[in-house]
């Protein structure tokens, strides 16, 4: 295998394209253009030639997880199950003809390894570069839903379901301040005007407790409707 052409890229700084005589195009990083010692013209051994396919599975691996982390702050749990997700397949078609194309398992399981492998190393590039942070993205999502009114175990289910190692969920959890004005206007809310009879106040509750709060913070929001009943 040979390098024909090797030219920085003309639309992405910091990126190379790799012409082969195969007629395939590699892109690959700077660093890799150095580290790997390419040029135009060079005879690729065979180790040379897996070696650039890996930098290039890395680097559009790379590109892909900055793409994904640009719409939207996310778990290192989260981005490499998305990195490693395999792509969809139509629902409408079988896309093996016979069962012979069917993939072997056992030829698939490596190539998920290697996929899994250049994920985590992406990973850990975007974590020294401060893209990738369970432990602010912990306080995020703390943040976001304290802010939209739910509790402390609701908080804890999204923190789980979004893949924030547990390590940090009660430091985040630590940094988020009871807001009496918003559960106080969440009781209003779910009374809409009516009388805070027993059976009301169940609903409002059991409402309250639905949305992760618990039995300390629902019995003061609630003392504190009484009190401005008798007042």
Known sequence: MKIEK?????????????????GSIVRVGEGDVV????????????????ALAAAGAQSKL????????????????DLLDKLC???????EKWPYDKLDDVPDPDILQPQREAIREQAEAVADKLADLG??????????????????????RKI???????????EYWEGALGEREPDERQID?????????????????????GYLARRG??????????????KEEWE
């Open 35 to 50: 580290s790997l010692g390419l040029y135009a013209g060079k005879e690729l051994t065979d180790g040379e030639g897996e």
């Open 156 to 166: 804890r289910d999204e923190l789980y379901r979004r893949g924030v190692p547990r």
């Open 185 to 205: 206007k969440l009781v209003r809310q779910k009374l809409r005007g009516a009388e805070p009879t027993r059976e009301n106040l169940k609903k409002v509750s």
């Open 85 to 91: 997700a395999p792509p969809r397949q139509k629902k």
């Open 131 to 152: 893209l990738l942070n369970d432990e602010e993205y912990a306080c995020t999502v703390v943040r976001h839903y304290a802010a939209k009114g739910y509790g402390p």
């Open 62 to 77: 790379m590109e892909r997880a900055v793409g994904l982390l640009a719409l939207r702050p996310m778990s290192r749990k």
């Open 6 to 22: 090797l030219e920085p890229s003309k639309h992405k700084e910091g990126r190379w394209l790799a012409w082969l005589d195969d």
């Open 213 to 226: 709060y618990g039995w300390d913070e629902i019995s003061g929001a609630l003392g504190r409707l009484r």
